[in-house]
């Protein structure tokens, strides 16, 4: 099966920006003769209970603007032997880390000579004996990293080219015991048959090591097509603080999910300004080559 995915995270309402995104995603995958599947990345239990109905409200208003998903919901809180399963699979080249953020940060902001100022996680806990580490559990639960051996790895990306970048040995899971998003995402995509990642191009920098993790779970490495994010007049991605910016929010103002997928449309270059537009009719007129390459800047008033 071939598929595309939509996953977002139940802490907040989705904006307009997070709308257009899932738009771009159903567009890229039904283009492509692809099923589109719905992912809710809900491993962070904290910030979701924080969020209590926001899942709710988010499905809600995904389909408002028409989209339909095939197959089942997947949440990745339903998961967790799936991720537990993957780190058994990576056998030892998964280590401990006791070292916390501060630690990381002082190690990180050391001279490294590292090629276009990227800092790796310096490997302080990569060799350590099993009577060093068994010291460190007295005092801290340590997080779980994977081995990477300063690899390199380039993705092609639909929307930004050949992107190269560096994996550091990053974390699996964190030292709370919350499953980590590069491990967790990979496991899922490979799970679920999803070979192509449309998502926004501020997780660009993330494609590469989970490119290189897909590799060493066996898994093929989706065509990625990262896009640019929707940001305020001052060009600060755009947040809940910006206004009305959810269907909730723009209801209120007088405007509807039809004048949302209008906004969409446009802002795509996929329909003229205040042109009635469905999904389908953008489909029809969908072409990757021909859209934006920037930031699209959201700045509505209120009715």
């Avoid at 990381?104 to 490997?123: K, N, W």
């Amino acid at each position: 099966m071939a598929a595309g995915r939509y996953a977002p995270s139940p802490t907040s309402d989705l904006h307009v920006g997070n709308l257009r995104t899932a738009v771009l995603a159903w567009l890229f995958a039904r283009s492509t003769g692809r099923d589109f599947l719905l992912r809710v990345e809900d491993l962070d239990t904290d910030r979701v209970r924080a969020a209590d109905g926001t899942e709710a409200r988010q499905l809600t208003d995904l389909a408002a603007l028409g989209l339909v998903f095939d197959g089942e919901l997947v949440r990745q809180s339903d998961r967790h032997d799936a991720y537990a399963a993957a780190v058994t699979a990576l056998g030892d080249r998964v280590y401990e880390c006791y070292c916390t953020r501060r630690e990381i940060a002082q190690a990180a902001s050391a001279p490294h000579g590292e090629p276009d100022g990227f800092r790796p996680y310096p490997g302080t806990c990569r060799d350590l004996t099993e009577r060093e580490r068994a010291e460190r559990r007295r005092t801290r639960r340590p997080a779980l990293r994977i081995r990477a051996d300063d690899a390199w790895v380039a993705i092609a990306d639909e929307l930004m080219g050949r992107v190269t970048g560096p994996v550091d040995d990053f974390v699996l899971r964190r030292g709370d015991g919350v499953w980590a998003y590069n491990l967790a995402v990979v496991v899922d995509d490979i799970a679920m048959g999803v070979d192509q990642v449309v998502r926004g191009d501020d997780l660009l920098s993330s494609a590469p090591r989970q490119a290189w993790l897909t590799e060493q779970l066996g898994g093929t490495v989706p065509a990625y097509a990262h896009v640019p994010l929707v940001v305020n007049p001052d060009g600060v991605r755009l947040a809940k603080r910006d206004g009305a910016v959810s269907l909730t929010d723009l209801a209120a103002t007088g405007r509807d999910a039809a004048w949302v997928l209008r906004w969409i449309g446009e802002s795509l270059g996929l329909s003229a300004e205040g042109e009635a537009v469905t999904l389908d009719l953008l489909l029809t007129r969908f072409d990757p080559d021909a859209l934006p390459r920037t930031p699209t800047v959201f700045a509505h008033s209120p009715a």
